[in-house]
């Protein structure tokens, strides 16, 4: 699921979003709190960034839509094994060592 599948499922038209910067900022993002909500116009308790095809656009959330937004891009996430190999590339890569730890166990 991209982004443009995320607004569809969340029942938001593209063209009533505000454009975001390409890289956001904590002092960006802190502005936007409190928006309405951009699925349901409802007071807004997040926001977030979406990438369309035709820039990057605010996605504010009131927390059932940002809980559904979560729900939603839980399926496009990475496995957390892939997480590792991917860090673990990285780390060769940059000639430096590794070491995760997860559940207090290193790997
Ligand atoms: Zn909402």
């Known amino acids: 699921m ?5 607004l569809r499922a969340l029942g ?7 454009p975001a910067p390409e890289t956001v900022r904590m002092t960006d993002a802190r502005q936007r709190f409190n928006r309405p909500c951009s699925t349901c116009r409802a007071r807004g308790i997040s ?4 990438r369309l ?3 990057c656009f605010w996605l ?4 059932d839509h940002m809980l559904e937004g ?3 891009r839980a399926g ?8 590792f190999t ?12 590794l070491t995760v730890i997860t559940d207090g166990e290193a790997g």
């Open 53 to 55: 095809p035709h820039g």
């Open 76 to 83: 496009r996430w990475p496995a957390a094994g892939d997480v």
């Open 2 to 6: 991209d982004d443009a599948d995320l």
């Open 47 to 50: 926001t977030g960034t979406v």
């Open 86 to 97: 991917v860090l673990r590339e990285a780390a060769a890569e940059a000639g430096v060592a």
């Open 60 to 63: 504010d959330s009131c927390r």
């Open 12 to 18: 938001v038209d593209p063209a009533s979003l505000d």
């Open 70 to 72: 979560f729900r939603l």
